[in-house]
């Protein structure tokens, strides 16, 4: 199985601040015959489900701001929020999809200090 | 507008069984991969199994294999899991998601989820 590791656990960051939540993966999860990353992004405020922000790696969801952006490829991936707002206060996971099972990482926190 | 409805989830006790359901609309179910997906209270995500669009299809996290079945009616919109033979780290909010056309791909809609509680 491919092991998803997101760093930090928990951040805290100002408003208007940017915050950046880093996940690794124990083996690459870009498929070289398409040139894609399976690698994708989740947003999860207390008592809703996860709500997909980005996927391919750097691909948005329709309707979620340009503040989120993704990078990284093959094991290391980044999600950036370039400007923190107040409804950003949730816990984010990385899922990569290249096979299954597909895992998660084990989600990273994100507060206003 | 895709809409996932669960129902089914519920106290019971260890070593027994529970079906939990998955209402789909809003889209053509019959053309997507479906997943549950779980969480434990606190906990972060776990992928539980998925099923190809006419079920032809399945795969399990191992942890749960030989113990769930996932299934779908097309017919009906629905999506199933039966869990049978739970145990205490069964217990868990239980989504259903939405893939994709092909199997590698993201969750892109999911409900709100079902509490399944395993304790005596």
């Known amino acids: 199985d491919i092991v998803m590791t997101q760093s930090p656990d928990s951040l805290a960051v100002s408003l208007g601040e940017r915050a950046t939540i880093n996940c690794k993966s124990s083996?690459?999860?870009?498929?070289?015959?398409?040139?894609?990353?399976?690698l994708a992004w989740y947003q999860q405020k207390p008592g809703q489900p996860p709500k997909l922000l980005i996927y391919w790696a750097s691909t948005r969801e329709s309707g979620v701001p340009d503040r989120f952006s993704g990078s990284g490829s093959g094991t290391d991936f980044t999600l950036t929020i370039s400007s923190l707002q107040t409804e950003d206060v949730a816990v984010y996971y990385c899922q990569q999809y290249f096979n299954t099972p597909y895992t998660f990482g084990q989600g990273t926190k994100l507060e206003i200090k | 507008e895709v809409q996932l409805v669960e129902s089914g989830g519920g106290l019971v006790q260890p070593g027994g069984s529970l079906r939990l359901s998955c209402a789909a609309s809003g889209f053509t179910f019959s053309d997507y991969w479906m997943s549950w997906v779980r969480q434990a209270p606190g906990k972060g995500l776990e992928w539980v199994a998925n099923i190809k669009e006419v079920g032809s299809e399945k795969y399990y996290v191992a942890s749960v294999r030989g113990r769930f079945t996932i299934s779908r009616d097309n017919a009906k919109n629905s999506l199933y899991l039966q869990m049978n033979s739970l145990r205490a780290e069964d217990t868990a909010v239980y989504y259903c998601?939405?893939?994709?056309?092909?199997?590698?791909?993201?969750?892109?809609?999911w409900g709100q989820g079902t509490l399944v509680t395993v304790s005596s």
């Open positions: 083996q690459s999860v870009l498929y070289s015959s398409n040139n894609k990353n399976y």
């Open positions: 998601a939405r893939v994709g056309v092909i199997q590698l791909w993201p969750h892109d809609y």
